[in-house]
Antibody, heavy 121, light 106 residues
């Protein structure tokens, strides 16, 4: 069964750091696009970052997180991570890990349940 | 690329036909997806590549469009369809979502 499970959400002070984890089962993270998408409470969806399965797997980031967030992949653990530094109150959101498994081209057909990050003093 | 959905909310009855529109600020060919999200749940992929129905999604959902203008149509609303719908462009990074359309029961 294909599954994506996030973990690591927490309450963090402004300026702090946190790492979210996303463990996949039923497919290999090295074989597909893996992304993080966030949703501010009561608001819409914002794409955050992607790591590719092709070439050198160069990541891409939303302008709002560029230079502060880093996406990475551990093929041995079949996991993807989001390292978040210099956190701001506006980073408060539910963070979803999303994968393009059976559908190619940047369309996310599998999502995790979400991990809540709260940035507050 | 900015994605603009309309309307922001719509009230409809079971059995109604509903159309939601998504407009891209520049051409994205057919690189568009539609998602359904219910309260407290992750989004669910309904349509990809503008008009391809995701496996397991009922055929009452359909998508059309190309370039800058796209539509999602639900041919006959069912009780389980009341949710929020988002479009997403996959033409270029950064990927972007529309602001959402909340479909409510009339």
């Amino acid at each position: 069964e294909v599954q994506v499970v996030e973990s690591g959400g927490d309450l963090v002070q402004p300026g702090g750091s946190l790492r979210l984890s996303c463990v996949a089962s039923g497919f290999t993270v090295s074989g597909t696009y893996m992304s993080w998408v966030r949703q501010t409470p009561g608001k819409g969806l914002e794409w955050v970052s992607v790591i590719y399965n092709t070439g050198d797997g160069s990541p891409y980031y939303a302008d709002s997180v560029k230079g502060r967030f880093t996406i990475s992949r551990d093929n041995s653990k079949n996991a993807v991570y989001l390292q978040m530094n210099s956190l701001r109150t506006e980073d408060t959101a539910v963070y979803y890990c999303a994968a393009c498994v059976a559908v190619t081209g940047g369309y996310f057909d599998y999502w995790g349940q979400g991990a809540l990050l709260t940035v507050s003093s | 690329i900015q994605m603009t959905q309309s309307p922001s909310s719509v009230s409809a009855s079971v059995g109604d036909r509903v159309t939601i529109t998504c407009r891209a600020s520049q051409g994205i060919s057919g690189w568009l997806a539609w998602y359904q999200q219910k309260q407290g749940k992750a989004p669910k992929l309904l349509i990809y590549a503008a008009s391809s129905l995701q496996s397991g999604v009922p055929s009452r959902f359909s998508g059309s469009g190309s370039g800058t203008d796209f539509t999602l149509t639900i041919s006959s609303l069912q009780p389980e369809d009341f949710a929020t719908y988002y479009c997403q462009q996959a033409n270029s990074f950064p990927y972007t979502f529309g602001q959402g359309t909340k479909l409510e029961i009339k």
